[in-house]
């Protein structure tokens, strides 16, 4: 199956797919409402996210930005960043809408993306960051098998100064998407 348009949708209603080109306004609004409600996850503020272009979006949506949807409402995103080294992928952007945390989207979302993420000839590893203190994000990283590699100190988007948390996941590509009773 090619991680592309391939959904991970479930009998609970929530389907988790890649974005379409044409959903960048609606991935605009709900990085904007991320953002502003957890300013301490995220080093862009509300405001430089609602001034980027919406092509910016579009931009972000080829790269591999997979959603969370409950019928036509998008509950949660995370975003592969390939912009780097050719060999590293990057996990970017995960929000989960506040009612829906504990359900397992937030998962579902990373299995995705990490599918997404093997199906990329020359990855060879995924790494993520994360706000230092949210146990709930280091748990869930650490179940799908991300190594802690560290810390840095970097500024969030309310201006304050966190240890943000570094993660590794060499990617094991004997299978493109992850089994759907991990999900």
Same mark, same amino acid.
């Given at each position: 199956?090619?991680?592309?348009?391939?959904?991970?949708?479930?009998?609970?209603? $929530?389907? $988790?797919?890649?974005?379409?080109?044409?959903?960048?306004?609606?991935?605009?609004?709900?990085?904007?409402?991320?953002? @502003?409600?957890?300013?301490?996850?995220?080093?862009?503020?509300?405001?430089?996210?609602?001034?980027?272009?919406?092509?910016?979006? !579009?931009?972000?949506?080829?790269?591999?930005?997979?959603?969370?949807?409950?019928?036509?409402?998008? =509950?949660?995103? %995370?975003?592969?960043?390939?912009?780097?080294?050719? @060999?590293? %992928?990057?996990?970017?952007?995960? #929000?989960?809408?506040? !009612?829906? +945390?504990?359900?397992?989207?937030?998962?579902?979302?990373?299995?995705?993306?990490? #599918?997404?993420?093997?199906? +990329?000839?020359? =990855?060879? /590893?995924?790494?993520?960051?994360?706000?230092?203190?949210?146990?709930?994000?280091?748990?869930?990283?650490?179940?799908?098998?991300?190594?802690?590699?560290? &810390?840095?100190?970097?500024?969030?988007? &309310?201006?304050?100064?966190?240890?943000?948390?570094?993660?590794?996941?060499?990617?094991?590509? &004997? @299978?493109?998407?992850?089994? /759907?009773?991990?999900?």
């Amino acid at each position: 199956m090619s991680p592309i348009g391939a959904s991970h949708g479930r009998a609970d209603g $929530i389907a $988790i797919r890649l974005f379409d080109a044409n959903e960048a306004e609606t991935y605009r609004r709900f990085r904007i409402a991320a953002i @502003s409600a957890e300013p301490d996850a995220f080093t862009t503020t509300a405001d430089e996210a609602a001034g980027l272009p919406l092509d910016w979006y !579009r931009t972000r949506i080829a790269e591999g930005v997979v959603g969370a949807f409950n019928g036509p409402t998008l =509950i949660g995103t %995370a975003r592969l960043d390939t912009s780097g080294d050719a @060999s590293t %992928a990057w996990i970017r952007g995960l #929000a989960v809408e506040p !009612r829906w +945390r504990g359900a397992g989207i937030g998962r579902r979302l990373v299995a995705m993306v990490l #599918a997404e993420a093997r199906s +990329r000839p020359g =990855i060879d /590893q995924v790494r993520l960051s994360f706000t230092a203190g949210n146990g709930a994000a280091e748990r869930l990283y650490a179940t799908l098998g991300f190594e802690r590699l560290g &810390s840095e100190l970097r500024t969030t988007s &309310s201006g304050e100064s966190r240890n943000k948390v570094l993660m590794r996941l060499r990617l094991d590509r &004997s @299978s493109a998407c992850p089994p /759907q009773s991990r999900l």
